[in-house]
C-alpha cells in the first residue's frame, strides 16, 4: 500500500491522507510512512456511518458514473486512460454538494463558481429580482429569453457528459 501511495503521491504531495482503520492502515509500518513523507493520516471513527463519507461518494461516484458505464480495459494502460477521464470529468465538470456546487477545480483553482454567473430565466413573465435556487444570482439576458441545449461528452466518452445552454438565434 504504501508503495502504491508513494507513486500516487509523487507528483503532488497531499496534507492529509483519509483512510479507514483497515489493517493495511492501521499499523506502525503505514503511520511511520506518513510522517516520513510528511503526510497526516485521517483515519474514520470506527463504527460510525458516514465519518468518511465524502471519500465513500467519490468512490461511489466513480463506479456507477464511470466504471459500471463501460466495459473495463484489461489493459493497465487503456484502464488508466479511462479512469484519467473520468477524474478529470469528475474535477472539471461535476458540481459537488460539499463544495456549495461549485466543482472541484473551481475550488482548487480559484475560479468563479458556475452557480455564481448570471442564471438562465426561460419564464418570461419571471419578475427579475425573484428569488432563485441558491445561490441567489443575476438573470442573464432576459426572462423569457429563448436557449438550446447543447450536450457534448467528455473526450468522446457518452457516459461523460457535458450540458451547456446556448442562447438561440
Not at 461549485?102 to 482548487?108: A, I, R
Not at 425573484?130 to 442573464?140: F, I, Q, R
Amino acid at each position: 500500500m504504501r508503495t502504491f501511495l508513494g507513486k500516487l503521491i509523487a507528483r503532488d504531495k497531499p496534507k492529509y491522507l483519509i483512510c479507514d482503520k483497515d489493517t493495511a492502515f492501521w499499523c506502525d509500518g503505514f503511520k511511520r510512512w506518513c510522517r516520513k513523507v510528511g503526510i497526516r493520516p485521517r483515519f474514520g471513527a470506527v463504527g460510525k456511518h458516514g465519518s468518511i463519507a465524502v471519500v465513500e461518494r467519490f468512490i461511489r461516484t466513480m463506479k456507477d458514473e464511470g466504471i459500471c458505464r463501460i466495459l473495463v480495459p484489461h489493459r493497465r494502460e487503456r484502464f488508466r486512460r479511462e479512469l484519467t477521464c473520468l477524474v478529470a470529468w469528475y474535477n472539471d465538470r461535476r458540481p459537488h454538494m460539499t463544495l456549495d456546487g461549485k466543482t472541484p477545480n473551481e475550488v482548487y483553482f480559484g475560479l468563479r463558481p458556475a452557480n455564481r454567473r448570471p442564471r438562465i430565466e426561460p419564464r418570461k413573465r419571471w419578475p427579475r429580482n425573484a428569488p432563485c435556487a441558491e445561490p441567489s444570482t443575476l438573470v442573464a439576458g432576459q426572462p423569457g429569453d429563448r436557449f438550446t441545449i447543447e450536450i457534448d461528452f467528455h473526450h468522446g466518452r457518452r457516459h461523460l457528459p457535458i450540458v451547456s445552454l446556448k442562447r438561440a438565434a
